[in-house]
């Protein structure tokens, strides 16, 4: 009876040995005698005590910073580039076996892919178009990281830092351009005013009451202010007959 009791408890504790537990975003990758024989997990599993291995895996999504990197831009500027990195492991299988440490393989990566990419590109491209480059930096960086299991879910260039002087000679250009279009909007202005008293001359001309009308409402605005300037009114028929008398005069000359 000692006998199958000892048993018994030997047996209990051999079975309590093998008992795990994995939380929901563990995965247990497990080898029996070094060969990999499955995925356990989550919540309560066994494996085989002193035979079994295991190695635990956090599937949730890591954040990582990507140190600032300093590299040449294709215009020949250097700048200095941060970025940040969110990945996930989704087959924990091959994060473990298909490379040694999956998280510095995967930084490594990045950083790497991070300098290529500013170096493809021009300064002006890699302060407007940060969008387009994060695409596609996840997009290489995920392509390399698949046979490991990994899945990048997302890279922001966080901070571009340039050179004081090249900011200086960006700010002088900002401002050239701004003065441009301010003097083209200017000029614009200028035209479509000229355009339109030209258009409004020629119908005074034909039509001498406008011309009338219009010095009326001159005289009504000069009055609004209630000054004393002077104003001394020709009428339209003495500028006519001005006018009548020297295109005469012309023609007897070319006579």
Do not use: C
């Not at 034909?206 to 209630?226: C, F, T, V």
């Amino acid at each position: 009876m000692s006998t199958f009791f000892i048993l018994v408890i030997v047996v209990a504790v051999f079975l309590l040995l093998g008992l795990r537990i994995a939380q929901e975003y563990e995965r247990a990758i497990v080898f029996r005698l070094g060969r990999f024989i499955g995925v356990r997990g989550p919540g309560l599993y066994w494996i085989i005590p002193f035979i079994d291995r295991q190695q635990t895996i956090d599937m949730r999504t890591k954040t990582v910073d990507l140190e600032q990197q300093e590299t040449i831009t294709k215009d020949s500027v250097t700048i200095k580039v941060n970025a940040v990195l969110w990945f996930r492991v989704v087959n924990p299988a091959d994060a473990v076996i298909k490379v040694a440490n999956f998280n510095q393989a995967v930084y490594q990566l990045s950083v790497t892919a991070l300098r290529n990419i500013i170096g493809q590109h021009q300064l002006d491209e890699v302060l407007k178009s940060r969008e387009q480059i994060n695409r596609t930096l996840q997009l290489i960086v995920d392509q390399a990281t698949e046979p490991w299991g990994v899945k990048i879910e997302m890279v922001e260039i966080k901070d571009v830092e340039i050179p004081g002087s090249m900011q200086r000679a960006m700010a002088r250009e900002a401002e050239a351009i701004r003065e441009k279009r301010a003097r083209i909007i200017k000029a614009e202005a200028e035209l479509e005013a000229s355009e339109k008293l030209t258009q409004g001359a020629r119908q005074m001309q034909d039509s001498p009451m406008a011309l009338e009308l219009r010095r009326m409402q001159m005289l009504s605005e000069i009055g609004i202010d209630n000054n004393t300037t002077t104003v001394v009114l020709v009428p339209s028929d003495f500028t006519n007959a001005a006018r009548a008398f020297s295109q005469m005069a012309g023609q007897q000359a070319a006579q």
